[in-house]
């Protein structure tokens, strides 16, 4: 085989495959198949990723193989392109309408069996009535209402597996066929059960793919916000093409109200762009040459010429999409369990079922003590109803009320909606093991400079000599170092423009390397640098502040002297500055009980100084970006593998990689997605806040749902097997059980995530 022969991903969309164990059964169906490598299953956009190895099976092939588990394919495609699309929505509304109709098909004629019925048995015997309801029943069991699940048993039995359809056919036909000795031997009718039992089955799979697209409504709403045409520069004509025509390093004409159409960089113009869809941040942003700009926000003012950087699967909404398909597709450690319980779920259903059916048939009196007194509370318990009739209703009963479906449904729909969730807050946590791992964290590691700082110098303090004016040292200083190019330099230009004073004309201007700045201004000679170079230069006055020099650079502020012909001026300090929501994000972090450790390659003197004011407590200054790994490696062993750490995901990533979980965070399309487990979209660390809030109340859905989902199962069976349950009562509570998952899921959109500043 030659080197250059590659696997096949083929991609198949299965709108049947519902829950977990849906899942389950075509993963152990499609691992049978020869060449078949790794299988991903994704319940949130009903997708199965599978790769196959060369000379394994085509897409037709892996099409037959699902569909013999008792699931429909609606769509194969063998590229391994971001195919994410109309398409998927429209399949998926396909499904909806069929489930719509197939269930008003069944749901009619139950209603008129149900009304028909009450009469017949509370008052008078209706004449030809067991016919009219074999007749009425017959399209609900056998013909659209129930073929397609009929269909799906059958594929599934000779597949040798066994999915939630095996139960209600087992359910629903039995009853239905039994009910036809009726007309040769008087006995009571089971026709009815059997319709009512496949309708409400039918309604179940209705309400689910419903509540199910509520579930996933943040990926939906991401994939229908993209812009669909953008307005180009060719040839000196603005002209209006399609998304799909866009090329990278065309540019973008945006006008006020426009949508971005990809994510670019600013060549000309300003104006305020709304990112909440990227940030969750409603404030708009000031954008200018050349800032970044990222696909499907909005432009609000301004007028902006932008040069297209990135297209297709490659933008950064793009991306954010495809995390978020990773995280709901993926398994988190504690669905082992779900997956083991409900893999031999249905034989050991099937086997209570019998068990009970041959219990009640062969020892029917010796039972009927336990209906006796079910009866005293339960109506629709019948302690004179004789063996078969009492066999037939618990063996039907405990087919119809399990429930795997709600195991299933218990963890992919908190990972949907918790995603979805963190996707409108610019979190994106990458998997469901990062959800898991994240809620036991204790040791939180935080970068200082862009994690904890902005990462850029600011002008901070201003001193200036007896007898000086500030305005007066700040036009001096900025007059000068505006000729500089270091950020030193920069940061006192734009500090003194902020109290708007503009620099004058320089000339002479030189740099004496690290230490500082000289130049005339209107033929005087200014003098900028450290100390020991003014000191040097025999600048006078120096010592009358060195009290204030030493109380800034305790601070860790970097401080700059600025002498006019030979005479000290005063003091500018410049420092790295706390980002505006860092005090309260710490304070967040310590109120989840976390120890908050800082990181950074930064001296000792700056490293304190910046955590003194925002609350750390454990600093380790000094450390280099490839001693950052050793240093969480010592503190995961010293607190258990129990340490998240927070970075820029860029210069961070490998020490993101040695934490337990990593978090990148970052503003737009710079971030480091592909580094961290979770990414913060938004610059801020009270994302991490947040996002932990969000791990831990994702978990906490996942564990409440797979409680109750098997606390019901657990007591619903064996009461189905003391006939105390009617199986119309059950297939209802089978019914509720899935939806009482889902809607204990959406419950988390509840949860409040913000951090208090």
């Known amino acids: 085989m030659s080197a250059d022969v590659q696997n096949t991903l083929f991609k198949l969309t299965v709108p049947g495959m519902g829950s977990d164990h849906c899942a389950g059964i075509v993963r152990q169906t499609l691992t049978r198949l020869d060449g078949v490598g790794e299988i991903h299953t994704n319940i949130a956009n009903h997708r199965v990723e599978v790769t196959v190895q060369p000379g394994g099976p085509d897409g037709e092939q892996l099409r037959l193989a699902v569909e013999g588990a008792g699931y429909d394919v609606a769509d194969v495609r063998n590229d391994a392109l971001d195919d994410q699309g109309p398409a998927d929505a429209e399949i998926d509304e396909a499904y909806l309408d069929t489930a719509k109709k197939r269930l008003w098909i069944a749901g009619i004629p139950t209603t008129l069996i149900m009304l028909l019925m009450i009469p017949h048995m509370f008052w008078q015997p209706l004449p030809g009535y067991l016919l009219i309801v074999v007749l009425l029943a017959f399209p609900v069991v056998f013909l659209y209402g129930g073929a397609a699940t009929h269909k799906a048993s059958w594929r599934s039995l000779t597949n040798r597996t066994f999915n939630m359809d095996v139960l209600i056919s087992l359910g629903s036909l039995p009853p239905y066929i039994i009910g036809l000795i009726g007309f040769i031997y008087p006995m009571t009718s089971f026709v009815e059960m059997a319709a009512t039992i496949m309708t409400f089955h039918l309604l179940g799979r209705y309400l689910e793919a419903r509540a199910k697209g509520r579930a996933s409504q943040a990926i939906r709403s991401l994939l229908t916000l993209g812009a669909k045409t953008a307005r180009v520069e060719r040839d000196g004509q603005e002209t209006d093409i399609s998304i799909d025509e866009l090329q990278v390093g065309d540019i973008m004409v945006l006008r006020p109200g426009d949508k971005v159409p990809t994510d670019g960089e600013v060549v000309s113009g300003e104006s305020h762009l709304d990112e909440s869809i990227a940030t969750g941040e409603s404030v708009p942003v000031y954008k200018s040459t050349s800032d970044t700009v990222i696909g499907a926000t909005i432009n609000k003012e301004g007028r902006l010429h932008v040069r297209a950087t990135r297209i297709g699967k490659d933008t950064f909404l793009s991306q954010v999409v495809r995390l978020i398909d990773e995280a709901q597709g993926s398994r988190v450690p504690i669905q082992e369990f779900a997956d083991r319980m409900t893999g031999r779920f249905v034989p050991v259903v099937i086997l209570i079922s019998l068990g009970s059916l041959l219990a009640w048939f062969l020892a029917a009196d010796s039972l009927r003590p336990v209906l006796e007194w079910g009866a005293l509370f339960l109506p629709w318990v019948n302690p004179e109803a004789s063996s078969v009739v009492l066999a037939m209703l618990a063996a039907i009963a405990v087919l119809v009320i399990a429930c795997p479906c ?20 610019g979190i994106l946590i990458r998997s469901g093991e990062a959800i898991q791992t994240f809620k036991d964290v204790k040791v939180m590691v935080l970068d200082k400079t862009g994690t904890i700082t902005r990462g850029e110098p600011k002008l901070t303090d201003t001193y200036a000599a007896p007898g000086i004016e500030v305005s007066q040292l700040l036009q001096i200083a900025a007059s000068v170092e505006n000729a500089s190019e270091h950020p030193i330099a920069q940061a006192i230009v734009a500090g003194a423009r902020e109290q708007g004073i503009e620099p004058e004309q320089v000339t002479d201007f030189h740099s004496t390397g690290a230490r500082g700045v000289a130049g005339k201004i209107a033929g005087e000679a200014v003098l900028i640098g450290n100390r020991r170079l003014l000191e040097e230069d025999g600048v006078k006055g120096l010592d009358a502040l060195d009290e204030e020099l030493s109380r800034l650079e305790s601070l860790g502020r970097t401080v700059v ?82 340490v998240a750490m927070v970075g820029d995901g860029i210069n961070d990533a490998p020490a993101l990689k040695q934490a337990n979980v990593g978090i990148a965070i970052g503003a737009g399309a710079d971030v480091a997605i592909e580094a961290a487990d979770v990414t913060l979209v938004r610059g801020e660390l009270s994302a991490v806040v947040e996002a932990m809030h969000l791990s831990r109340a994702t978990f906490a859905k996942i564990v409440q749902n797979l409680i109750w989902a098997s606390a019901y199962n657990a007591a619903a069976i064996p009461l189905a097997a003391l006939g105390l349950l009617h199986p119309m009562i059950g297939v209802i509570a089978m019914t509720a059980s899935s939806l009482s998952v889902i809607g204990n899921s959406l419950l988390l959109k509840r949860v409040k995530l913000s951090v208090d500043k």
Do not use: C, F, W
């Not at 918790?418 to 409108?424: H, K, L, R, T």
């Not at 410049?574 to 009980?593: Q, Y």
């Not at 050793?630 to 503190?635: E, M």
């Open 406 to 425: 709600a195991l299933g449904l218990a963890t992919p729909t908190a990972l949907m909606v918790g995603s979805g969730i963190g996707a409108e807050r």
């Open 561 to 642: 002297t600025v002498a006019l012909n030979g005479q000290a001026l005063g003091l500018l300090a410049v420092a790295d500055t706390i980002k505006a929501d860092s005090v309260a994000a710490i304070r967040g972090m310590h109120a989840l009980g976390l120890h908050v450790v800082m990181i950074t390659g930064d001296n000792e003197r700056a490293a304190r100084a910046v955590a003194n004011e925002v609350g750390i407590d454990e600093v380790q200054a000094g450390v280099l970006p490839e001693g950052k790994v050793d240093a969480i490696r010592r503190l995961q062993e010293q607190y258990g593998n129990k």
